[in-house]
């Protein structure tokens, strides 16, 4: 036992020198969450149990330029067998959220590798626990590049593509591109964003099977008035005369540690009528410091479809982060 506490300790001293050495920063999130919803029994569960690694490095070759890497990990901490709650370790997945590198100086920021889409800016109404608007933009994306030009009173574009994403597309080397933008003055902040998915993409996730491109446009606002601060994003995606539209509103008031928040929700899904839905949700969040937080929300699902019933969901959340 000695052996392996010594073995353990002299492990984490090398592993705590390299990282000094490069400069790293090690970062988390642990979040649990307890939710009821209609019909289906309480769950108690680890929503994220993320890990990662960042860090940067001035080019002694380069003046002004930094090198910038980052790592990053999912843990599906809750098991995927069906009597994980009663063993002693919990069989699961790993996901690779994010694995990218980035040079960063006065002509902006190039980076290569899987990671945040810079389109999702546009979801700035997604304050809530629950993600039931069915937004499209998604929160990443891998075998991409980005050039993002230097912020200019305000203002920064961007340049993304997603590079020969799929095997089994032998037509095209770039399976999606996008462009956006993203401006602040004072109170306000704007994003707009495009992007297009060629039509012979195919991974499984997506039907491209009729071949059409996939063209999906954004535009997200926050305006800030003293503690109030108001959200709206607006999502069209379009693929063969077939459209899905989704618009989204709320709001955060904050006292003290304590925010109250508020959103509404619609969705025009391709099809229409029954299909439609609309959601609600409410939330109060208290932070307990600066890196510890728990949360209530209730939200609902209101189907247009009227031989469905509405779903509401109630959450309770307390997540720490590192």
């Not at 090198?67 to 069989?91: L, M």
């Not at 889409?117 to 891998?142: C, E, M, Q, T, Y």
């Not at 089994?168 to 994003?191: C, I, P, T």
Request: charged share 20%; glycine share 10%; aromatic share 10%.
């Amino acid at each position: 036992m000695k052996k392996a506490l010594i073995t353990l300790a002299v492990a984490g001293a090398m592993s705590a020198s390299v990282t000094a050495q490069a400069d790293a920063t090690l970062y988390g999130v642990t979040e649990t969450r307890l939710q009821f919803v209609d019909g289906q029994d309480a769950n108690l569960y680890v929503d994220k149990a993320q890990l990662g690694v960042k860090g940067a490095d001035a080019l002694e070759n380069w003046d002004g330029v930094e090198a910038r890497f980052q790592i990053e990990w999912r843990f599906d901490a809750n098991g995927s067998d069906d009597d994980a709650a009663f063993q002693g370790n919990a069989v699961n997945d790993v996901q690779l959220r994010k694995a990218n590198v980035s040079l960063e100086g006065d002509f902006g920021i190039v980076e290569l590798g899987r990671q945040d889409n810079l389109g999702a800016a546009i979801k700035k109404a997604d304050i809530f626990i629950s993600s039931k608007h069915n937004a499209k933009s998604p929160d990443r994306v891998g075998n991409a590049a980005y050039y993002v030009t230097p912020r200019m009173s305000g203002f920064e574009g961007y340049a993304g593509l997603v590079i020969d994403a799929a095997g089994s597309d032998k037509e095209s080397d770039v399976d999606a591109w996008q462009l956006g933008f993203n401006y602040s003055l004072s109170a306000l902040d704007l994003s707009v964003a495009y992007t297009e998915v060629d039509g012979n993409y195919d991974n499984g996730a997506i039907d491209h099977s009729g071949g059409d491109d996939i063209e999906l446009w954004g535009v997200g606002a926050t305006y800030s008035i003293a503690d109030l601060q108001l959200y709206g994003t607006y999502e069209h995606q379009e693929q063969a005369g077939a459209e899905d539209e989704m618009f989204f509103l709320s709001a955060a008031y904050t006292i003290g540690n304590t925010q109250l928040k508020a959103g509404y929700n619609k969705n025009y899904v391709a099809g229409g009528g029954n299909n439609d839905f609309d959601t609600y949700a409410f939330q109060v969040a208290h932070a307990l410091g600066k890196k510890a937080s728990v949360k209530a929300e209730y939200s609902v699902k209101d189907l247009d479809n009227s031989s469905q019933d509405d779903v509401d969901y109630i959450t309770l959340s307390y997540a720490l982060a590192f």
